[in-house]
């Protein structure tokens, strides 16, 4: 493991901030703001003092984050149409934590955003990152007791909203395949098989990208939607990806299709959730993986 333990335990504290934030851009001025107090222990040669780094360096990255919730939410009440989480590129082997893969897909992110900031974090410190509760008091200035009763609340709040079926990644990718299919034949009958009924397509263009400002409901209207996509599709570049350690679609083309990508939420071998982003200003983790983890680095050899 790095001598230092700020980097041994970047990627996890990156992974805390992002889960908190929904942002990867907010997450690194996070760490970064995280970073900046450790080095001043070091000029002040008061590392020594900190019996458990990790908790310490947890605790700053919480604190930093809810400090950072709270002046973003005016600025998402501001936003032009429906907000969603920044997608980063991740690689396959990510999913192998299944806990850390279902935690940070764009749908538990979305869900996320509906918990208060306290809340939020209670939820992720410990479903996600298992940390004891006297050290999420200590991060959250809440007693133990309180945050036992947040982290209830916040549970059953995010077992209510959350994607109900655990899904096989293999099914989830040949429903993704299913979808890329119909999508550039413009094959309404087909779009209506692999989408379920009460399907829900949220697109997120901030203003910036030509995107539905409102939810689109239901897989007829969808369907209908996204029937003319054959007539970009000759200048449009389809391809699978993982976005958020799940299979997913990044779409490349001249204006007005742009980029974006396009993300899922599969039951029962149909798509109930589709995210598509599009703002310009959040697709840029989208060319070189982002490592999520829950595991400080490896021991150097």
Do not use: C
């Amino acid at each position: 493991m790095s001598d230092d333990p700020f980097v041994a335990h970047r990627g996890l504290l990156f992974t805390v901030a992002y889960e908190m934030l929904g942002s990867a851009a907010d997450a690194e001025d996070v760490v970064q703001e995280t970073w900046l107090r450790w080095a001043a222990r070091t000029e002040q040669r008061d590392q020594d003092e900190v019996h458990d780094p990790r908790a310490y360096l947890v605790r700053t990255v919480t604190r930093q984050a809810l400090n950072r919730l709270r002046t973003l939410a005016r600025r998402r009440e501001e936003y032009v149409g429906e907000w969603l989480p920044e997608p980063l590129l991740t690689t396959p082997d990510v999913a192998a934590d299944v806990e850390l893969a279902e935690s940070v897909s764009l749908a538990m992110l979305t869900v996320l955003e509906t918990l208060t900031p306290t809340e939020r974090a209670v939820f992720v410190l410990r479903e996600v990152f298992d940390v004891p509760y006297e050290e999420i008091a200590a991060a959250v200035d809440k007693s133990p007791a309180a945050v036992r009763q947040i982290g209830h609340r916040a549970r059953s709040h995010v077992a209510a909203r959350r994607p109900r079926v655990a899904v096989d990644r293999r099914e989830q990718r040949a429903v993704l395949e299913r979808f890329l299919v119909a999508l550039q034949g413009g094959d309404v009958q087909a779009l209506m098989d692999v989408l379920a009924p009460d399907v829900v397509l949220i697109a997120d263009g901030g203003g910036f990208a030509q995107a539905a400002r409102v939810p689109i409901r239901g897989a007829m209207r969808i369907a209908t939607f996204l029937r003319h996509f054959p007539r970009y599709a000759a200048d449009t570049q389809l391809r699978t990806i993982w976005i958020n350690a799940a299979p997913a679609l990044r779409m490349d083309g001249p204006d007005p299709v742009g980029t974006s990508t396009i993300s899922m939420v599969v039951e029962d071998g149909r798509i109930t959730r589709l995210y598509a982003v599009r703002n310009p200003h959040k697709l840029g983790r989208i060319a070189e993986a982002t490592d999520l983890t829950r595991r400080p680095a490896p021991e150097r050899a």
